[in-house]
């Protein structure tokens, strides 16, 4: 078993939740829920790694606070 690490977010304008595997062209998705979004981001990843496994163009580092005055 293969684990990725996805980024989310939920767009203002629709309501969906998006998501995406940094560095791995291709691998994103949307959902009504965060549920739903998972399902479809596995089928995506699935799909995408029957060509073989992906040379990642970048890798998940984590997330930082930004403070402006």
Known sequence: MQTYTAVIEKCSDTGLYVGYVPGFPGAHS??????????????????LLE??????????VGTQQVAVA
């Not at 949307?30 to 799909?47: F, P, Y």
């Not at 060509?51 to 998940?60: H, N, R």
């Open 30 to 47: 949307q959902g009504k829920t965060l549920d739903e979004l998972n399902r479809n981001l596995q089928e995506v990843v699935s799909l």
């Open 51 to 60: 060509d073989g496994e992906p040379l990642l163009d970048a890798q998940f």
